[in-house]
């Protein structure tokens, strides 16, 4: 690099870190550190052309947020090298030499060398080069050339085609981020409602000639005055999110991340508050601002629209007194509706359900919708009207989740239950929930209604029987509204929350039937989620202590499907066939003994002993076959695993019943992702850790966990497992059948034997959110009221090894492992083992086995 260069390049090294220093002081704004940057290397490029010059007749423009005057710190540096005519040689050379100078002075240059011919051509190509040449900036060279080009490039423009290209463009980013401002990672630049929608608008704009901002949107009836206000604040707000995300993560990453949400807190001064976090506050604030630009942009696609296509289809088609359809759109007559009758909030939503043909309300029936919200009060929400209105909405039989989300989206829902607005964009932080408070009730409400929908009842063939059978289901969407809208507020969310849909359901003169199925919905809302993945269900015992806390089979369908829509609705991650074929057993098994069968041990003994000997017959087993199998096995055997384990385990074993040798079985469960696995060997010390650690060294998830000792010495262990790795079953299951029996009769390997950890690299959003927000692990070990076992429950952040890490040190402190229920929610692990042990008689003994397993946890959840 020649000394004239890196002169430059110190110089703008220099000022850039200045421009820093008096942004982060508050000597300039947003707007003027963006400006100021952009000046900044336009001087450079200009110093540089003085040394280097253009070939004869070319010109250098800014193109993209450079051209527009906002240069973030990190941000691409995107020119435009214009041509007058095609280069020769020396002009190719002298050409690379100048871009190659440019990346000298340390800036990341995105660089294009194009005649006007090559820019019409290329912008007809790529609606991303069009865009860019819409903010084509003159910096230095022939103006004439530029002129030349922005006058042409408008000659060829279609705003019509490039609406309709940046439409697209539009929707599909918004799939892309699963079309809600909301994430909890939101990125400000590309995320719904975030800074490239209101860049969107200023494309639409410059498209249609009206290059003086907001004001020319206002002038030409596309923009309100208050809504250019509002997006012209925002916009300020989203410059500086951006500005700080760069600062913070010292590179161009747009990205507000778990860990960096703390820091954004702090740079904007919130302070911690009872019961919440500052970035738990700068979040809702940032949701709040994505949510107006949200709202916005949608408002003025629509008008952009209208503006460019006036020859669609608009008749007028009365409906009522107070609405009619223009198009496509519902609409309400007179301008001033809402004021004068104030019940017509809720009603415009009844009435747009009720006309599926009809696809949205019209932009300026939002806009009045939106700004007479805070006519709904409590003499609007005391009104029976409007309370036989919002059930009405409940009830109608299509468009429930949409109408949902338009009261969400203009602002009704909160007016209408103003305890809602305590949940809109409240973060959470517990490892397994993708979504906000609000966001996730609506995604609940949106899998009740899938059951309803036949293209959907393959999903959960029980649960769309069910809610078919159920009378008034419309309940369980008041439910599903609910269930969490008390988090947030410190203390029980349930029982909060069963206090607040109470006073709804009286408010709205339910009955004190409904009443009650709502209040115990809410307040219970995480019990069969509980029993199902922590408890033994096959024991009668957990069965009947959970139909006593359910009392009837109309509350069992109802708790049933609330807490599989719950789990859908958390993440696509958490849901998967394992827990709801566990959720399906302890319905089913619930049920029967609501329709009057008998569930004690002698009664399930006997039934379960004639349905596996059903299934060995069609087999071809003999009796004496099977005896010879079932003779080795206890009571306890037969309780804990359901009849088709049974007959498998006689299929499989009988033969083997004295074998010195270690026997795996495995087989695929139908309709599901797992996998059964059961091991028959002489029962050892340490057996379980074996096989744990085989599993951990495979990245195999134990799901759940049977260990049994025959009369006469044998382990039968059996597990439920799944991985990623599971693609061609049969070869999986093949090659565990081998490798896992060959482990079980070596020694540990070396490095699990010394515990050194093997923990696999792991990142992305969950990890992020896990290093940010850290579950304290917990332990908890209780006497079972039921036998002499013991139940021992750890709630920690989920990684590899827990299980292999937990069986070393059953093994350590002479502890018999029975059963496991593992219960993966996203990040959060919460397990369950039912243990047996002289040695916990002794407290001593106990209070080292907990603090031996909490210091394990500690030492593996820091290892992330």
Not at 232 to 258: P, Y
Request: charged share 25%.
């Amino acid at each position: 690099m020649t000394t004239p260069l890196l002169t430059i390049r110190q110089h703008i090294a220099e000022q850039r870190e200045q421009l820093r220093y008096q942004y982060k002081e508050g000597v300039l704004s947003a707007d003027q550190f963006l400006s100021q940057h952009s000046q900044l290397i336009d001087q450079g490029f200009k110093e540089v052309v003085s040394i280097l010059p253009l070939p004869e007749g070319a010109a250098l423009c800014a193109v993209g947020g450079y051209g527009r005057h906002e240069l973030y710190p990190f941000s691409d540096i995107d020119i435009l090298l214009l041509l007058a005519q095609e280069p020769n040689e020396e002009d190719k050379s002298r050409l690379e030499s100048l871009v190659q100078s440019f990346w000298d002075l340390g800036l990341d240059i995105g660089a294009s060398v194009r005649t006007i011919e090559d820019c019409l051509s290329e912008a007809k190509k790529d609606i991303t080069i069009e865009t860019s040449l819409l903010e084509c900036r003159y910096i230095l060279g022939n103006a004439t050339l530029v002129e030349q080009l922005q006058q042409t490039f408008m000659d060829h423009h279609d705003p019509q085609d490039f609406f309709q290209a940046k439409h697209l463009e539009f929707k599909q980013r918004y799939t892309r981020y699963n079309n809600t401002p909301y994430s909890l990672e939101p990125n400000c630049k590309e995320s719904p409602g975030a800074l490239r929608d209101i860049q969107l608008i200023h494309w639409l704009a410059r498209s249609n000639q009206f290059n003086e901002g907001w004001d020319a949107l206002v002038a030409a009836n596309l923009m309100t005055e208050k809504e250019a206000e509002v997006i012209r604040s925002t916009e300020q707000r989203f410059k500086r999110f951006r500005i700080e995300l760069h600062l913070i993560h010292k590179k161009r990453d747009d990205r507000v991340l778990f860990h960096v949400q703390p820091m954004l807190a702090e740079v904007y001064g919130y302070k911690a508050q009872t019961g919440k976090r500052p970035s738990e506050m700068f979040m809702q604030d940032y949701y709040g601002a994505a949510r107006i630009v949200n709202l916005i942009t949608h408002f003025m696609l629509q008008n952009f629209k209208d503006y460019l296509f006036p020859d669609q289809d608009k008749r007028i088609v009365h409906i009522d007194e107070d609405f009619q359809s223009v198009g496509q759109l519902l609409d309400v007559r007179q301008d001033d509706a809402f004021e004068q009758n104030p019940n017509l909030l809720l009603k415009a939503f009844l009435v747009l359900q009720q006309h599926p043909e009809l696809e949205d309300f019209s932009v300026r029936t939002q806009r009045l919708i939106w700004g007479n919200r805070k006519l709904i009060d409590t003499k609007f929400r005391a009104d029976p009207i409007n309370q036989q209105t919002f059930l009405a909405i409940l009830q109608q039989p299509q468009g429930i989740v949409h109408t949902f989300r338009r009261l969400s989206k203009l602002k009704i829902l909160p007016r209408y239950i103003p305890i809602w607005t305590k949940i809109v964009g409240q973060m959470q932080h517990d490892l397994f929930h993708v979504y906000t408070v609000d966001q996730h009730t609506l995604q609940v409400i949106r899998h009740m209604r899938r059951f309803t929908m036949p293209e959907y009842a393959q999903e959960n063939p029980l649960a769309a029987r069910l809610i078919a059978e159920f009378d008034r289901s419309w309940l369980l969407y008041i439910a599903a509204l609910f269930h969490d809208i008390a988090k947030g507020r410190g203390g029980d969310h349930s029982t909060l929350g069963a206090v607040d849909i109470r006073q709804f359901a009286e408010l709205h003169q339910l009955s004190e039937e409904d009443t009650d199925l709502l209040e115990f919905l809410v307040a219970n809302h995480l019990l069969m989620s509980n029993v199902a993945q922590k408890k033994d269900l096959s024991d009668p015992e957990v069965i009947k202590a959970f139909s006593e806390a359910v009392k009837t089979r109309r509350r069992l369908t109802a708790l049933y499907l609330l807490t599989v829509a719950d789990i859908r609705g958390t993440s696509p991650k958490v849901w998967n066939a394992w827990k709801g074929q566990l959720l399906q057993n302890l319905y089913q098994s619930t049920a029967l003994l609501f329709d009057g069968d008998t569930f004690d041990r002698h009664t399930i003994l006997s039934q379960r002993k004639e349905d596996a000997n059903a299934i060995i017959k069609l087999a071809g087993l003999s009796d004496e076959q099977r005896d010879c199998f079932w003779s080795k096995m206890d009571v306890a055997y037969f309780l804990r695993h359901e009849a088709s384990d049974i007959a498998w385990h006689t299929r499989t074993l009988y033969n083997h019943i004295s074998t010195e040798d270690t026997i795996v079985k495995a087989r695929p469960v139908d309709k599901s992702e797992h996998i059964q696995v059961v091991v028959f060997t002489r029962d050892r010390s340490n057996l379980f850790e074996k096989i744990a650690a085989y599993f951990y060294q495979h990245n195999i998830n134990i799901l759940d966990a049977r260990i049994h000792t025959s009369t006469d010495g044998y382990a039968l262990d059996s597990f439920s497992i799944s991985s990623n790795l599971i693609q061609q079953p049969r070869d999986f299951i093949s090659i565990i059948e081998v490798n896992l029996a060959k482990a079980i009769n070596s020694e540990l390997p070396e490095y699990i034997a010394q515990d050194k950890t093997h923990t696999p690299l792991m990142v992305g959003a969950d990890v992020r959110r896990s290093r940010t927000f850290p579950i304290v692990p917990s332990v908890e070990l209780v006497k079972d009221e039921y036998s002499n076992s013991w139940l021992l429950s750890i709630i920690t952040t989920d990684c590899p090894g827990i299980l292999y890490h937990l069986a070393s040190l059953f093994n350590k402190h002479h502890v018999s492992l029975h059963m496991a229920k593992v219960m993966t929610l996203g990040e959060r692990a919460e397990d369950v083992f039912m243990i047996e042990s002289q040695h916990l008689s002794n407290e001593k003994n106990q209070l080292a086995f907990e603090r031996d397993i909490l210091e394990t946890l500690n030492r593996l959840t820091k290892l992330k």
